[in-house]
C-alpha cells in the first residue's frame, strides 16, 4: 500500500485560495492512513474554516473514489462531478493526482498528501515498513529475504557499512536495525553465509524500473499481443 502523509492545511489552502468552488476526492484505494469520504469532509471543513479567517467563502463537496489510480474508475466516478467546480483536491496518493490530472484535463487537480513509500502493514508493531522499493532486479534470493535496497540507508550492494554499531545504523541515529546485520543473521540461521560472502559489483541500473511502464494488453491479453506483434 502507499504510505502518504497529508500536507499541512496552510500549503493546501495555498494551492486553492483563489477558486471559490472546490471538489474533494477521497480515495479508498490501498492509500494509508485510509483517505476516504470521512477525511474528505473533515478537509473541506478545514479549509472552510481557513478561507473564512481571510474573509472568504469557499464552497465545498467531498466524494471519494474507489481507485483513483485505474482511469476508467477515477473518470467515471468525479467527472460527473465537476462541471459546478472551479479545481479538485485529491486525497489520494500522487498516482490519482497524475491520474486526475490526465483523465480530467479541464480542471486542475491538486495534492493534498505527500506520498512517503510503498510500505507493508505490520499490524503487531502497529506500522507501516518499507521492505521493496520495486527495483526491477530482485536480489533477496542472495541475502535471506531481506532487501539491501530498501532496507538499508546507503542502499549498499555489499555491507554492512562502517556506520553500523552494535547492529544498529548511523542513519536515523542508531535506531534503525542495520539491514546487512540482518541479512547476515538470517543467513547464518540457515547455514548459507557463502550467499552472504558473495561479491555483488555495482548496480545496474539499466535495470531500473523508473519511470514505470508495462504494457498490462501485452503481459495478460493474447487478442490485444497479437495486434501488437501484427503491427511490429
Ligand atoms: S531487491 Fe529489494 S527493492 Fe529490488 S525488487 Fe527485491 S525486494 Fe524490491
Ligand atoms: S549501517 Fe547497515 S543499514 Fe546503515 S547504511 Fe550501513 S550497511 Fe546500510
Not at 130 to 145: A, F, L, P, R
Request: hydrophobic fraction near 30%; glycine fraction near 10%.
Amino acid at each position: 500500500m502507499i504510505i502518504t502523509q497529508q500536507k499541512d492545511i496552510n500549503e493546501i489552502y495555498e494551492m486553492v485560495k483563489n477558486y471559490k468552488k472546490i471538489l474533494i476526492a477521497g480515495c479508498d484505494g490501498c492509500c494509508q492512513p485510509p483517505r476516504s469520504l470521512n477525511e474528505a469532509k473533515v478537509l473541506g471543513q478545514l479549509l472552510e474554516l481557513k478561507a473564512r479567517t481571510e474573509g472568504k467563502e469557499l464552497k465545498w463537496k467531498a466524494i471519494t473514489v474507489l481507485r483513483q489510480c485505474d482511469d476508467r474508475i477515477a473518470a467515471t466516478t468525479v467527472s460527473p462531478h465537476i462541471e459546478n467546480y472551479d479545481a479538485i483536491v485529491s486525497l489520494a496518493c500522487g498516482l490519482g493526482v497524475v491520474m486526475l490530472n490526465k483523465v480530467l484535463p479541464k480542471i486542475l487537480t491538486f495534492p493534498a498528501q505527500n506520498s512517503m513509500f510503498g510500505g507493508a502493514q505490520n499490524s503487531g508493531e502497529n506500522s507501516f515498513i518499507e521492505y521493496c522499493e520495486e527495483c526491477g532486479d530482485c536480489i533477496i534470493g542472495e541475502t535471506g529475504g531481506v532487501c539491501p535496497r530498501a532496507g538499508c540507508a546507503k542502499h549498499l550492494s555489499n555491507g554492512p557499512c562502517g556506520g553500523m554499531v552494535d547492529g544498529k545504523c548511523e542513519v536515523g541515529g542508531y535506531t534503525i536495525p542495520c539491514a546487512w546485520v540482518q541479512m547476515w543473521t538470517r543467513l547464518k540461521e540457515f547455514n548459507r553465509l557463502d550467499l552472504f560472502k558473495k561479491y555483488r559489483g555495482p548496480r545496474d541500473y539499466r535495470t531500473s524500473t523508473s519511470p514505470s511502464y508495462l504494457t498490462i494488453y501485452k503481459e495478460y491479453t493474447n487478442e490485444k499481443e497479437e495486434k501488437v506483434e501484427a503491427k511490429e
